[in-house]
């Protein structure tokens, strides 16, 4: 974890259980979904989730502190921006992954919705986690090995 000092870990041997010590409310996912999609500014973020401000500065606080965003000047030069790290961008899977389960479990059959889509304007297609031999797994097929 970059230049952060440690959190109290929810469950220090847990990698699920870190993540969502570092990420894991509704604003810190929003944010970094919004980030994804070029958001920029405090105001930006204010503006695409409704966010009440005393929270957003808090969040995005948070996710700079974790290395999950960065602040740099805007080009203008008058103001600060919020830019994606590295570990930022390893979450897409994760947000991509939240959003295909809300398109199937979340909305009724046959109501719209928006749609993630490529740079030639074609829908994502659905992701399904494989074996190293190519089988499909899932939680009937996995278990947790402890360490040490």
Not at 23 to 39: E, K, Q, Y
Not at 68 to 74: C, D, E, P, S
Not at 120 to 143: K, L, R, Y
């Amino acid at each position: 974890m970059p230049r952060a000092a440690k959190p109290d870990w929810t469950d220090p041997d847990c990698p699920v259980a870190r993540a969502l010590d570092l990420v894991g409310d509704r604003w810190s996912l929003l944010v970094v979904r919004d980030a994804m999609d070029g958001a920029r500014s405090f105001t930006e973020f204010q503006r695409r989730t409704g966010i009440a401000r005393n929270i957003l500065t808090e969040r995005l606080r948070r996710l700079t502190t974790y290395g999950l965003l960065a602040q740099r000047t805007a080009p203008s030069g008058r103001r600060k921006e919020y830019v994606l790290t590295d570990a930022g961008r390893d979450l897409f899977s994760v947000i991509l992954t939240l959003r295909q389960w809300g398109e199937r479990h979340a909305f009724a059959p046959g109501e719209a919705h928006s749609t993630l889509v490529d740079e030639h304007g074609t829908p994502v297609p659905e992701i399904a986690p494989t074996s190293a031999d190519g089988n499909p797994v899932d939680a009937d097929t996995t278990h947790v090995q402890k360490a040490g």
